[in-house]
């Protein structure tokens, strides 16, 4: 439903997605941790106000856009079909692509279209719940491959709906499939589609604690500490783990994360990297643990850099600037965590409301945007003191529908997908 501006940008960023400041070419941006470049973003609108356009969709979706240059590419259902969908800058359709038969959601906040698609500005790559994984032209949407995971690898036993998106290392297209019974990695050439490796993930967790919905991070190998040429970090199943672009082996595994063995502990929010940490939002928005990178084998005892048992994120993402971890709750308390240490450094507690917080915080232009379910927005400032206390909210929005995409920022101009609509905010 996953981020230059931070310091250790070459850490976090592989020559495989090369994407420009302006794009946005998966569902965490340009540097995978929620941060987006531009000025100008306006910081009031509505259903009335500082709407460029909105394009009502022909189907149900849950995914956040990926852009490229002119190109928007927004997957969705057409008629009981996984649909793509591609529109220029200024919302006009460019061209529609139907995949075969779709799986409709089983939560009343999700979709068969929830994971999101990821494109390298010559390509697109989109997934869907009922396995298919397709490799469209992104001039064109022609069909380059198309490949099915659950018919050949087997069904999905998620108790409920997909929420993983596909990443791009340098040669491959890489799907995590983590649920009860076989749990995998697997990577397809992103030119064939034909299968370069798949790696088993069964690690231990009990009954619902094996299925997660979070999204892998790429990141660019550190050779200081031992690491390949390009690494995968996935989280969940109780278990962070890191692997070998390459092959799929695994480096390294950190367990802990549900000590009391909690049947329930599924994972929706996805890891993000701050500096050498991966960050782990775990336990149902119950904790937080930052793991020290490189090492081998079991490395659980060693390299946990911190936790907190006092703040988490369920379903949203935390994004990372400037040594900072921007967690925002699922009930819109929104925290700035100093990346080394874990400590706290500012906090804001938003208005409390029956609607719960799913989308992703995105920080751009010295802000911090959340945004609610039901579609209302709030514009947080950037806090540039180390220890800023509480910070304002200086700005807000709604569009007065259900949103659980997160919000996409390019070049001055912000794109709310919501399940029925795909709105463009900015100034005239």
Sequence with gaps: MRLAVFGCLLVTVVAANASRGDDWPNWRGPALDGTAGGTGYVAEWSPDTHVLWKVPLPGLGASTPAVWGDRVVVTCTIDGQDAAICLDRAGKELWRKTLGKARDGKHKKATGANSSPVTDGERAWVYFKSGELACLDLASGAERWRT??????????????????????????????????????????????????????????PSEAAQSYSTPIVAAGDAAKGEPAEVLFVLGADHVTAHDGADGRELWRVGGLNPEANGFFRSIASPVLAGDLVIAPYARGGTITAIRRGGSGDVTTSHVAWTRKD???????????????VVCTDKGVVEGLDAATGATAWRKELPKNRNAYSASPVIVDGRVIVVRE???????????????????VVGGGSVDEMTVATPVCVDGRMLLRTHDSLWCIGAK
């Design 148 to 205: 099915n995971l659950q018919e050949r690898f087997g069904e999905d036993t998620l108790w409920w709906d997909l929420g993983t998106s596909p990443v791009l290392t340098t040669r491959a297209v890489v799907v995590a499939v983590m649920q009860t019974g076989p749990s995998y990695l697997a990577a397809f050439d992103r030119e064939s589609g034909d299968l370069l490796w798949k790696h088993d993930r069964d690690v231990p967790a």
């Design 311 to 325: 703040i988490g994120a369920d379903v949203p993402t935390p994004a990372v600037r400037d040594g900072r971890i």
């Design 374 to 392: 039901d579609g209302a927005a709030s514009v947080l400032a950037w806090p540039e003191a180390a220890a800023a206390g509480e910070v304002a």
